[in-house]
């Protein structure tokens, strides 16, 4: 009597769980084409945000090619790169890049350089940072990620680009240096390697089979 309870009782709450699992599936299967267009706004209202709408007119998020490059762009799997032309020729690269040495993980970044190699700008697309602290990265929290947008990286080497602390150019948070040490790293870092292969990364193929934003797990 007790065991066919038993049993009873364990069949009910599976039945609930696949039930549970069920309704969870169908939920996200309903919602994932709705995920999918805002995440691809906020992406698209990001771009415009750093590639003025006057140097370019292609489809910038269409025309995306993906590279990895794990050293350079913090990141073991395949980091899109978006590209704007003006009829037809090389206007701007916007990059996504991680830092992979933040505080408290990885900060995710779309990194936008000209033609002509100067920064055109930065956005952090995601992070777990500290919040009132770390979390100034976020444009949302301060303007410090603002201070990047028409400057220039000499190389790999260049002294300007650090925390004011380490004798560089860049501000640093009271509190926390780490986190934009490793945000102005992952700058430099990328801006000195589009540089160095802009050519190669126009000549790319289109192929992004997927513009959700890529972050490892």
């Known amino acids: 009597m007790i065991l066919s309870a038993m049993g009873r009782n364990g069949a009910i709450l599976a039945a609930f769980a696949i039930v549970a699992t069920a309704l969870l599936m169908f939920t996200q299967y309903l919602t994932a084409d709705r995920i999918a267009a805002q995440q691809r706004n906020e992406l698209m209202r990001t771009l415009s945000e750093l590639i003025p709408s006057d140097s370019y007119n ?15 762009l913090g990141n073991k799997l395949p980091q899109p790169i978006y590209r704007a032309r003006l009829n037809g020729q090389p206007a701007a690269l916007a990059v996504r890049t991680t830092a992979p040495d933040g505080y408290s993980g990885d900060i995710h970044l779309l990194v936008a350089i000209g033609h002509t190699g100067k920064v055109l700008g930065a956005r952090v697309l995601d992070h777990r940072e ?6 100034k990265v976020d444009p949302r ?4 990620i603002y201070s990047f947008s028409n400057e220039r990286v000499r190389d790999a080497n260049d002294p300007r ?3 004011r602390r380490d004798g560089g150019a860049f501000d640093q948070f009271t509190g926390a240096t780490i986190t934009p040490r490793a945000v102005i790293n992952a700058i430099q870092r990328t801006v ?6 802009q050519p190669m990364l126009f000549q790319a193929p289109i192929q992004c089979t997927n513009n959700a934003p890529i972050t490892e797990e």
């Open 141 to 144: 929290r301060s303007d410090w």
């Open 58 to 72: 292609n489809d910038l998020y269409a025309d995306c090619t993906e590279i990895i490059e794990p050293t350079v």
């Open 192 to 197: 000195v390697w589009v540089n160095e292969h």
């Open 161 to 163: 680009w650090q925390v």
């Open 130 to 135: 500290t919040p009132g602290l770390g979390d």
